[in-house]
């Protein structure tokens, strides 16, 4: 059975930082392209970053320079070190694990990340 599980959400003042966790069982992650996810209330799910399984990242515009995605495979684990939060940061952060070749796509259940300004 596949999980993943995210932890290190919260609330956090604007400019101040957090870091988000996804620790995947069930699959090996290292083989799947990572990603975190993010949706406001009221808006559509949207991408934040990923890193594909040879180490490649990419992010929206509206986080790059803030937040770092990066992974440790050893530990089957992803991260989301998220910098300089401004209020329209304010979502539920989802991680996700994708596999296309092979039709594998999971998701986690959500962590909550609220910043006040």
């Known amino acids: 059975q596949v999980q993943l599980v995210e932890s290190g959400g919260g609330l956090v003042q604007a400019g101040g930082s957090l870091r988000l966790s996804c620790a995947a069982s069930?699959?090996?992650?290292?083989?799947?392209?990572m990603g975190w996810y993010r949706q406001a209330p009221g808006k559509q799910r949207e991408l934040v970053a990923i890193?594909?399984?040879?180490?490649?990242?990419n992010y929206a515009a509206s986080v790059k320079g803030r937040f770092t995605i990066s992974r440790d495979n050893a530990k089957n684990t992803v991260y989301l070190q998220m910098n300089s939060l401004k209020s329209e940061d304010t979502a539920v952060y989802y991680c996700?694990?994708?596999?296309?070749?092979?039709?594998?796509?999971?998701w986690g259940q959500g962590t909550q990340v609220t910043v006040s300004s």
């Open positions: 890193v594909t399984s040879g180490g490649l990242t």
């Open positions: 069930g699959i090996i992650s290292s083989l799947y392209t």
């Open positions: 996700n694990a994708d596999q296309p070749k092979f039709g594998n796509n999971y």
